[in-house]
């Protein structure tokens, strides 16, 4: 006897998949054999090469530009996703804008709005297109990809841990009110992870000192994570063998909340 993950039928539809963590959870997708949908906003040619490399490898995979803080946009492409699919099984948010570390007192205001806006708006346009989606069908999957952080107030990044937060509760309102109708909701929290705006910020925002002692002191694995440790993470609580698990936040951190 093997055991394995398996899917109800349908796409998956990965906003945000031409970023580091998203375009590794369409990989892992399209490897389980799921038909991927990655939207991204400006990054066209990301999404491309993303596109190209998972059909090179046999794999199911398009790109559509999508506007996440742009809700009549969002609604326009999950039914359109729906129609061409037959289906949608799984939606994972996995987007986000790019900001710079700031205490609360420092963090210019038009920097905030536009977090605002871009995060938690988009996240709540594509989640509500998608909850309808869900209803006209038997059900579907929801995914939120978030923070680690949520747990634990960052000093420095309430940029990431406040709008993820907002995130968070929207996804466990989600599977409160529509598990009814077969729909489950789940969020994912990456702690430091080597890919995305985390590579952005390891690389270009900290120095080797700074690397090596959250590496060394903060994280118990002593590594940082990967774009696929979050993948595999998304892709069980999409699982049928996850068929149980609604209304939770998996940190994926390398025991960072311990």
Same mark, same amino acid.
């Given at each position: 006897m093997t055991a394995s993950l398996s899917f109800e039928p349908g796409a998956a539809l990965v906003a945000g998949g031409s970023g580091g963590i998203g375009a590794g959870i369409a990989r892992l997708f399209a490897s389980a054999g799921v038909p991927v949908v990655l939207t991204y906003h400006r990054n066209e040619a990301g999404a491309a090469a993303i596109r190209s490399e998972i059909e090179g490898a046999g794999g199911r995979c398009e790109a559509q530009r999508c506007d996440l803080t742009r809700a009549e946009e969002v609604e326009a492409l999950v039914t359109d996703v729906r129609a061409r699919y037959e289906r949608l099984g799984q939606v994972v948010?996995?987007?986000? @804008? $790019? #900001?710079?570390?700031? #205490?609360?007192? =420092?963090? @210019?205001?038009? /920097?905030?709005?536009? *977090?605002?806006? $871009?995060? *938690?708006?988009?996240? #709540?346009?594509?989640?509500? $297109? =998608?909850?309808?989606? #869900?209803?006209?069908? /038997?059900?579907?999957?929801? *995914?939120? *990809?978030?923070?680690s952080a949520v747990e634990r107030v960052p000093s420095g990044d309430i940029l990431s841990a406040a709008p993820k937060a907002a995130i968070e509760m929207l996804v466990r309102g989600v599977a409160k009110e529509s598990g009814r109708f077969g729909i489950r909701a789940n969020c994912v929290g990456p702690g430091w992870i080597d890919a995305g705006l985390g590579r952005e910020a390891l690389q270009g925002k900290l120095d080797e000192r700074q690397r090596d002692k959250i590496r060394n002191e903060v994280i118990p694995l002593r590594r940082f994570g990967t774009a696929e440790d979050i993948g595999w993470a998304v892709l069980f609580l999409c699982s049928r063998q996850a068929a149980f698990v609604s209304g939770q936040s998996l940190a994926v951190d390398g025991g960072a909340q311990v």
């Open positions: 948010y996995a987007a986000g @804008p $790019s #900001f710079d570390f700031n #205490f609360i007192g =420092a963090i @210019p205001e038009q /920097d905030w709005h536009r *977090v605002l806006d $871009s995060d *938690v708006n988009g996240a #709540f346009h594509l989640i509500q $297109s =998608a909850v309808r989606a #869900f209803r006209a069908q /038997d059900g579907g999957n929801l *995914v939120a *990809v978030t923070t």
